[in-house]
């Protein structure tokens, strides 16, 4: 328990030390001070990693204190050690530190230096919270927390107005979602009276639950997962999230907040799997989005929000898949996006860095020769999320595939059509970006370079990650022991999910499977060729806003998602607000509050006047009060 609570208070500490005295600090110090804080605890994580896959490591539960003592029920602070919890750590210490160390160069200027990593020290310890806690509403304070610190991340150049609305709009669209978490938890507290996931597995497995009860819980529960991890009609907030500090967005989408979503329900998968009619429709929005998402990132021209409408899309697929009762294809997907996206953000941050701010790939182009490093890591990361083989990508996202090919064909090809879309913007946002001609300023060219050593080494690392990543998931038809699929069964153990579990697809014959994913290659490469064909051989460039029409002009607009919310939401609870301010507030509330002071100085002012000073009429007024007494005693008699 000693190592787990080391882990959890050391970014805490961290966060302390760059907030009270941080200023005080040299930037380095206190760069590194706040890195070193989140790189002990990777290393304490990797020792625990290992230790389970040795078969050496137990689980570990424990209370740390009682927190909330009824006669009912009892809610402790307990952390829990597992499969799971390891795996969300290693990816959350592991990339966290590579950012923290990217943060030390990209934010080196900024005034607010020590601000920043205080934040970001923050953010990393109510994550580990959130993976650590063993019961729901330990999990719920990190599921909060980091709602919290995305707020003050993306709103942390506050001095821009569209930030600030930026940073509100996510903290406030996340509420909604967190209603439901707590809908749901209120739920099994009042029927199990116990958040505790251990033993709400034992109950869930042991006694017979109303299948009513288990739909409304685990749908609640979703609605959570929606907000936080950017589902449709929950998503907005998470590409408005760009306006944050690159090292932000990379943080958010990659290997902390949006993937919260995706925990909880693989932690709650014993729930889950007793509710197909959930499940469908996990899978349901899952796909949806997936493909939303990635008809919108075909026409983006801002780099960052690209790779956010990438995020939403993928967060998609992994949705589809614990739809689909793979949640060892859901996971799988998880690390390798982290281990892309990651480089794909801090790669696009790299390029802002270099062009003093610059976002719009239609004034950028033939990066290459400047920026090789940056290059490089870029088109690998860009391979992987494009299910090219053998990087990462290509694997976690052809197990998530061959799960719905295997139980629902529709879905499959909806997964399938969205993922050749991938393949196709991020090469557009490749060969726009770095190959071609310079289309910026001569000032920009002339100051063009490659990024600092911190900068570039977390680049090349996640790279690496992005390229081999896929060992964790080799197929099992291949002669291979898929790693993870292995390594999670004790957490998933005992049930028998819809759609199937880990990448054996025992359904699927080892042909098909090898033409599945043959077919998916082949789909990437053909974008891949058509972007080329586009953009470097045809030297096409986007269109200008005012030159769109029709489908391109909707697509371009993002579906005008963000008006019609504006139009049907905003704008009625402003209006209302103004209401109750002007009607129900002043005049009623104001009014009624206002009555009685002005009623009571006018009555002192009357009863100022008896104060005369006369000794008589003083006299007379106590005569008569007394006689007054007798009579009231008189009367009650």
Known sequence: MTYLL???????IGF?????????????????????????PFVLSAIFFVGFVKGTQPKIDVNVYDWIALPDFTITFGLLLDQLSVTWLMVVTGIGFLIHVYSISYMHDDEKFHVFFSYLNLFIFFMLLLVLGNNFLVTFIGWEGVGLCSYLLIGFWFKNQPYNNAAKKAFVMNRIGDLGFLLGMFLLLYNFHSLHFGTLRTAFASTTVSHGLVVAITMLLFV???????????????????????????????????TAGIYMIVRANFIYVLAPETMHFVAFVGVATALFAATIGLMQNDI??????????QLGLMFMALGLGAFTSGVFHVVTHAFFKACLFLGSGSVIHALHGEQDIRNMGGLKKWMPVTFWTFLISSLAISGVFPFSGFFSKDEILAAAFEHNKVLWAVASLASVMTAFYMFRLVFLTFTGEFRGTEEQKHHLHESPALITFPL??????????????????????HFLKNFLSPVLAGYAPIGGEGAAHEGLSHGTELALMGGAFAGALLSIGYAYTKYVSGKALPAKEGELKGLNRLV??????????????????????EVFHSVIDRTFIDGAVNFSGKFSLSLGAQIRKIQSGYIGFYLLAMVISIAAIFAFVFLIR
């Open 460 to 481: 090349v690392v996640l790279a690496l990650l992005a390229a081999v990543g896929g060992v964790l998931g080799l197929p099992e038809f291949l002669g291979c022991s």
């Open 304 to 313: 960052k929000k690209v790779l956010a409408y990438s995020t939403v899309s």
């Open 556 to 577: 371009y607009n993002k579906y005008w998602v963000d008006e019609i919310y504006n139009m049907l939401v905003v704008k009625p609870v402003m209006f209302s607000s």
């Open 16 to 40: 302390l030390i760059n907030a009270f005295v941080g200023k005080k600090l040299p930037k380095s110090i206190s760069g590194w001070l706040a890195s070193l804080m989140i790189f002990i």
């Open 6 to 12: 080391i882990i959890i208070l050391l970014p805490l």
């Open 224 to 258: 959570g997962a929606m907000g936080k991890s950017a589902q449709l009609p929950l998503y907005t907030w998470l590409p408005d999230a760009m306006a944050g500090p690159t090292p932000v967005s990379a943080l958010i989408h990659a290997a902390t907040m949006v």
